[in-house]
């Protein structure tokens, strides 16, 4: 083979590792978060009391959050040297309590490298950093960060609630935190939104890397619906990796269990489940 037709190869390969470097974090800041609703949170709450509630909620969610179900489209878009890669996998997400994470890929479409390089690496990422040892140093606390109040932001039209926005730093570098801001709900205290970079820069080859994630509430449970992450490499490219959310079947702990609805001699379920399908 061309030297040079090799040598492209392998820049483009160095160039999305680091691209597989920083989605690894993209997933593990994305992690669902669930919540009840109490009464109505007023919007004076000092920022211990705000952080309080993030953290017990993010411990009911642990407890509340049994199994899910969701089907995820991951894209990711690269342009620059030494030439330009697209690709999109499906994948079938399956989640058990408190720390088992399954994944089937429904279908691939685009370039090899990036489905094997990048796609698969993130999946063997967010597996691995669902063990209890990992997911405890990436939990939003403060074991793992400080926390300011920026300020709060009443309802906007068609909300039910205001949010807080406060700025995370965290303790010590590491692949699996962050730092940026953070929009806490202020009537779940979950997170609806994150705005951040990576503690840690994922690689050499990168740049600067931006995270974005959104989430929704589906039934009691906030989820993510998109995340987009863009990393610039220092060989002059730049990746946009996409993430969507649909889907969503949850199993949740605390509901009663579904009444018997089959003829005598069959077995009703165990739980109830509720399917909240994002629109």
Not at 99 to 114: M, Y
Request: hydrophobic share 35%; no cysteine; charged share 20%.
């Amino acid at each position: 083979m061309n030297p040079m037709i090799v040598r492209q190869k392998n820049r483009t390969a160095i160039a999305l590792g680091a691209v597989a470097a920083l989605i690894s974090v993209s997933t593990l800041v994305a992690a669902d978060s669930a919540a009840k609703s109490p009464a109505p949170a007023a919007a004076s709450l000092s920022l211990d009391q705000v952080v309080d509630n993030l953290v017990r909620r993010t411990q009911e969610r642990a407890q509340a959050l049994l199994h899910s179900e969701a089907t995820r489209v991951y894209r990711l878009v690269y342009t620059g040297f030494p030439g330009d890669r697209e690709a999109d996998m499906t994948v079938e997400a399956i989640y058990d309590r408190p720390s088992s994470k399954q994944f089937k890929v429904v279908s691939e479409n685009g370039s090899k490298l990036i489905l094997n390089r990048v796609f698969r690496k993130l999946l063997d990422s967010e597996q691995e950093a669902a063990q209890p040892a990992i997911s405890a140093r990436s939990q939003l606390n403060r074991d793992n960060y400080t926390f300011e109040l920026v300020g709060y932001e009443p309802p906007k039209t068609g909300q039910s609630s205001g949010q807080y926005e406060l700025r995370v730093n965290p303790k010590y570098n590491s692949k699996y935190v962050y730092r940026g801001l953070v929009w806490v709900d202020a009537t779940d205290f979950a997170v609806t939104r994150i705005e951040a970079e990576p503690a840690q820069n994922p690689s050499f080859w990168t740049k600067k890397s931006e995270i974005h994630h959104e989430y929704q509430k589906f039934q009691s449970f906030w989820l993510p619906v998109k995340n987009e992450s863009v990393s610039y490499i220092r060989l002059g490219g730049r990746a946009t990796l996409t993430i969507e959310y649909k889907d969503y079947r949850v199993t949740d702990a605390s509901q009663p269990a579904a009444p018997a609805a089959h003829p005598s001699g069959s077995h009703p379920a165990a739980v109830q489940k509720t399917q909240a399908t994002n629109q």
